[in-house]
C-alpha cells in the first residue's frame, strides 16, 4: 500500500516537472520594448542615409544651401581654362622660337601694349586668338571672328602681359619696367636687348637665356631650375579670388596669391598696370600718321 502511494506522488511530481519545463516562456521579443514605436518621423529620422545639413544653412532652400559649392566649382573651372590657355601660349612661343634662332616672339612694337608682335605669331603659330582672354574675364565660347582684322584686335593684354625679356627677381621686374618705358618713348621696336638708365641690361627671351641665372653650376638640374624661376606670361590679377596664373619658361603654370612674391608683388604688377598709360602714346602716333 505504502509502495502504491509512494509511486503515485513520485509521478505526480515528475508530471508537475515536465508541465513546468513544457512551458513557453515569454519571448524576448515580447519583452523587449517596441524600438519601432514612436512617430513617422522619428523612424524617418532612424533609417534615413541623408548627411545632417550644416547648421548655418538649416532653414535655407536647398538651391541657396548649396550655391557656394557650386560658386567654388566654377572657379575651379575656370581657373583651369586660364591655366590651358597659358599653356597653349606657351606653345606658340616655343613653336616659334623653333623657327627663330630660339628666340621667343619680340613684343609688340605698339607702346603699352604687352603683346607678342601679333604679325608675328598670327595665324602661322596661333590659330585661335580667343586663347588671349581669360574665360573669368571674357565669355569667349561663343566668340567667332569674321575678318583677320577682328581676330588680330583680339590679341591684347587685356588678361594676360607678356614680358618678352628675361628676369627672376624684383629687381631684374623693376628695371625691365623703366627699361621698357625709356625704350618706348624713344618709339623703338622691342626686338633687342634692353638696357635701364642704371646700366642694368635686361635680356631678350630666348631658349639657353637661362644659363645666366644658373647659380650652381655643379647641379646637374640647375638649367631646368633656372628655365622654371623665368616668367613668361603673367596673368592680371582680378579675374579670380586671391591671386592670378604665371607662366614659366618650361612650360608650367602656377597659380600665385596677390600680392604675394615675385611676380605677383604688388610693386612689380602695379608697374606692369603704369604701362598702360603708354597706349595713350601709341595712339597719338597712329593719328598723326593719318
Known sequence: MNTQVTKIVLMALVAAVLAGCSATPPSEE??????????????????TDEP??????????????????????????????????????????????NENRDFFPAMDP????????????????????????????????????????????????????????????EAAALAFIAAY????????????????DAGVRI?????????????DINNVQASFIARSTIPVLVERPGAHEDGAHVLYMDGHVEFLKYPGHFPMSEEFIKGLESLDALESLSEYEEESDE
Open 181 to 196: 618705358r625709356k625704350r618706348a618713348e624713344t618709339g623703338e621696336a622691342f626686338e633687342g636687348d634692353l638696357e635701364s
Open 30 to 47: 515580447a519583452a523587449r520594448p517596441d524600438v519601432r514605436a514612436g512617430s513617422y518621423e522619428r523612424r524617418v529620422a532612424m533609417t
Open 52 to 97: 545632417e545639413r550644416p547648421a548655418d544653412t538649416v532653414g535655407q532652400p536647398i538651391e541657396e544651401a548649396d550655391e557656394p559649392a557650386r560658386d567654388e566649382g566654377r572657379e575651379e573651372e575656370l581657373r583651369a581654362a586660364c591655366a590651358s590657355n597659358l599653356k597653349q601660349l606657351g606653345v606658340v612661343c616655343k613653336m616659334y622660337a
Open 203 to 215: 635680356r631678350r627671351v630666348r631658349e639657353g637665356i637661362e644659363r645666366f641665372f644658373i647659380t
Open 110 to 169: 605698339r607702346p603699352g601694349r604687352l603683346t607678342p608682335d601679333v604679325d608675328a605669331i598670327y595665324p602661322e603659330y596661333l590659330a585661335d586668338p580667343r586663347v588671349f582672354g581669360c574665360p573669368a574675364r571674357h565669355e569667349t565660347s561663343e566668340l567667332r571672328f569674321v575678318t583677320s582684322e577682328e581676330a588680330r584686335a583680339h590679341i591684347d593684354d587685356h588678361s594676360y602681359w607678356y614680358l618678352g625679356y628675361a628676369m627672376n627677381d
